[in-house]
């Protein structure tokens, strides 16, 4: 099946800065790309969704000014969070597709903010 | 409003033997149902993914069904391995757009 890669698995990082998490999709051309948030026992809630070339679609109640999401390319998505917060802590997870698949998801990385 | 429940919500069975998960769904209109496995710390991995007119599907012990008429889904594990332990998340895909539903998890433990 298609592959999709998370970079990094973990990240720990101090309150007020912050960090970036990479999606790219190894095998295909993702078009759209999801990135959702997951905490321990709940089910992926999604954050934005991401087409090549334009700006994401941000979920209710999901701050874009603080959550940055880019996809320059069609293989490549990236997750900025900024200005990380403990309650930020949390697994975050993407998913790829192109126009004839169904999505991939990542192996996710889990954000620890200290 | 979209929603996947799933039951129960968690489990413990023994290496062997058989287990199944259950998942309601009031998804409209519906595209597909697909059952991931999800590892702690990992993202999820797909099993199976019916569409509206399919019954059954299989995976090596996974076997899920599907009735789109009751809106009934469940998922089958023969023969449960100490690696089945995980979280089976059951999502719903809504026809015509990129969106998905997803449930909680069924959380299988399996033990020796």
């Known amino acids: 099946g298609a592959v999709v890669s998370q970079h990094p698995s973990w990240v720990i990082c101090k309150s007020g800065t912050s960090v970036k998490i990479e999606c790219r999709s190894l095998?295909?051309?993702?078009?759209?790309m999801f990135w959702y948030r997951q905490f321990p026992k709940q089910s992926l809630m999604l954050m934005a969704t991401?087409?090549?070339?334009?700006?994401?679609?941000?979920e209710q109640g999901v701050e874009k000014d603080k959550f940055l999401i880019n996809h320059a390319s069609l293989t490549l998505s990236t997750l900025t969070v900024t200005s990380a917060h403990p309650e930020d802590s949390s697994f975050y997870i993407c998913?790829?597709?192109?126009?004839?698949?169904?999505?991939?998801f990542g192996q996710g990385t889990r954000l620890t903010v200290v | 409003k979209n929603q996947v429940e799933q039951s129960p919500q968690s489990l413990i069975i023994l290496e062997g033997k058989n287990c199944t998960l259950q998942?309601?769904?009031?998804?409209?209109?519906?595209?597909?149902l697909r059952w991931y496995k999800q590892d702690t710390g990992r993202g999820p991995v797909s099993l199976t993914i019916?569409?509206?007119?399919?019954n059954t599907k299989s995976n090596g012990r996974y076997t899920a069904t599907l009735d789109a008429d009751t809106k009934q889904s469940s998922l089958h594990i023969t023969a449960s391995q100490l690696s089945d332990s995980a979280s089976y998340i059951c999502?719903?895909?809504?026809?015509?757009?990129?969106?998905?539903?997803f449930g909680k998890g069924n959380q299988v433990v399996v033990i020796p």
């Open positions: 998913s790829a597709k192109d126009r004839e698949t169904e999505a991939f």
């Open positions: 095998d295909f051309q993702a078009t759209t």
């Open positions: 991401s087409n090549e070339g334009s700006k994401a679609t941000y």
């Open positions: 998942c309601n769904y009031t998804v409209s209109p519906f595209s597909n």
């Open positions: 019916m569409t509206f007119s399919e």
């Open positions: 999502v719903v895909r809504v026809y015509g757009n990129n969106r998905l539903a």
